[in-house]
Each structure stands twice: as C-alpha cells, then as structure tokens.
C-alpha cells in the first residue's frame, strides 16, 4: 500500500513556521532540532550556519510505514524488559505526582555518577534542560562558543533567546578544535558548548585533552558536556568530564535516557553540575515537573538493567562494523563513529537523496558540511541495517 505523503513545503507555510518564531517538526527525527525560528533556504533546507546546512525532503512518507527509521538516533531495542515490567506495575498511579519517586532516582543516579543529590537537576530529556539553561544565561544576551557542525538545540535556543553563536569548526580528524575554541572566549561568552561524542559527526575528542580544557576554561566561563551518546563506548563512563564536578568546577554535564537505555519516547534526562549553578536555573524553571510517574520508575529500573545496556551496546557496535562494511564494498569513506550513527559523503543533491531514500521506504538525515554532502544514518536493528544497505546500493551505486 502507498505510503501517505505529506508535502513538507506547504505543511511549513501552515503557520507552525511564524506563530511567535515558533516551528514544529513532528516527524521523522525532527525532535532533535529546537522549537525555534529557523531559517531556510531558497529550496526550504535549514540554515544552521554559513558551513552547516540540513536538507529536508519535499516529502516524506508516515514513519509508520518506513521498512527502516534510522533517523532520530533511537535505540530499537528499548524500553528495557525491567523498565517495561516497572511501568506496567505502576500504570495505575499515573494519576498521582512523583516529587518522592524523584528523588528516589535522583539518588540512584547520584550513587551511578558518584555525586551528591545536590548536583542533579532532572528533566523530560536532556534536550529539555539544554534548552532551559540557553534560556537563563542568555536572556540579557551574550554568546556561546561551540563546534561546527554540532548539535543545535542549545545553540538555536540560546541564538533565539538573544545570543550569537562563535562557530568554530572541528578539526580534520573532526575532533573538538579545542585550542581555536579557547581563543574564542570574549568578555561576552556566557557558555562553552561541547558534545562528545559529537551529533551529527559520531566523532570524539580525546579524553585528556577534553578535561584539561575543561578544568582550565571553566575557570574562565561555564562549560557544558553533552555526554548524551558516551554509554555506547565500553568505557564510557572512564571519559566522561563528571569528575569535575566533584573538583568544584563550573562544568554542565548532560546524560539521557533515551540512548543506551531505549527511553526515548518517556523522555528522561539530567544534568550534573554545581549547586549554585542549578539553583540559578530553578529560580527561573523547574525541570522534574514534566517527567511522568510512569516514567520515573521505568528510569530506576532501567539503571539496574545492566543486562540491556550491554545488549545494546553490542548490537550497535555490530550495526555499526555491518554499515561500514556495506559502505567499503560501495567505496564511501565515512567517519568512525562512537555513537549509535554514522555519517558519510554522498554524491548527490541531500533532497534528492533524502527522496530517494524514502521511495525505498528508508528515514535518514542528510546534511551539508565541510564542503560536501553526508549522509546521517542511525543504527537500527540488524534487519533495518540490511534495508539499508539495499537501499543506498540502488540509490547511490
């Protein structure tokens, strides 16, 4: 049966695109993109920056009816079997609000992280509290350092809310530019942002060099770690920037539950940081209020799954090595990912790639960066990853 199409151009002129410079994509992974006024081309791609643009399809098919939705960077494994089972149990009481079954799973994470309750602030996803912290710092402006191409949600919020982003691009080996970043920082730079591993590049910068830049600059300025996608690396909890935290330095550091552990639909996140630092945003916004019952002790449950989590980390890295060796077979380059994605050059119109893709019934991202085309691709189940596979082998061989 043919998919529902949807014209992605006419659906952008409805108004969702003026009302109060608000927009909303709804479909097809465009949650990661922020709730801001964006801007877009003569042929209505988005506009990151002058070297980073998004291409969107003229239209796309209902994700419902995609063989393969390898495009928000989901894990298709998850909710993880304990989560599922402590949901159910607690279904009935969804009528009730959570403040003790918080702070319950706020000192589950604490005894994970190895911080205090004290240094927690929860939220509906991570993306959630990047975009309430662009909020209070820049609302008398100011600007924001952070990498080029990078994940843009606190940088449209921040742009949005009155600051200007200092793009500063990745490096060749498309690690953080860390040295270029410092120099960067002005009297008017409020945040440093960081996400590494990187979105949408997959790639990381080296863990010594990262904290070293981080314990000096946050001297300086705030420093904030997106570590959404560090739980799929074996040793991901060694490299993340946590540690500072207890060293009483001015850094943000951001997890998630929708990654490793398959919660991205019941939308639970944190950030780590100083007391003082969480209390400035709380005097302005709450962040626990929009985490449902149901899923607080899906979280709690989750932690103790260490099964799943491992499960998930081996499927993904396995996904991982079957699209690199489709890709090598096809003779693409691609960048070596430590995440749940991968991207790599196209050699092809992004729109037309995107088109392409969803006439095999096929969700990816597309993007323009570093003077080429690429290709963002999620990794799915095994099953998805062969849809793939078939799928660019006719569409770019």
Known sequence: MEAKKINRRKWLQTGLLTAGGITLFPHIGFAE?????????????????????????TDFADEDALLAKLNANENPYGPAPKAIEALKNVANKGNRYAWKELFQLMDKIALKEGVETKNIMMGPGSSDLLEKIAMVLFMNGGNVVSADPSYMSLIKVAEATGASWKAVPLKKDWSHDLKAMEAAIDRDTKLVYICNPNNPTGSITDTKELLDFCSRVSEKVPVF????????????AKQS?????????????????????????????YILAQENTL???????????????????????SIDDTAFQDMSRIKNAAAREYVYSSLDKLGYEYVPSSTSFIIFPIEMDGKLFLEKMLEKKVGVRAFDFMGKNWCRVSMGTMEEMRIFSAAITDVLA
Request: proline share 1%.
């Open 225 to 236: 770690v997106d570590e959404a996608y560090l739980d799929f690396l074996e040793d991901g």
């Open 33 to 57: 993109t922020a709730k801001t006024k964006l801007t877009l081309d003569a042929k209505g791609n988005i506009l990151y920056s002058p070297f980073f643009k998004e291409y969107i399809a």
């Open 241 to 269: 920037m946590v540690s500072l935290v207890n060293e009483g330095k001015d850094v943000i550091i951001a997890r998630t539950f929708s990654k490793i552990y398959g919660m991205a639909g019941l939308r639970v996140g």
């Open 279 to 301: 209390e400035k945003i709380q005097q302005i916004t709450r962040g626990g209020m929009g985490i449902a019952y149901t899923s607080i002790y899906a979280a709690m449950a």
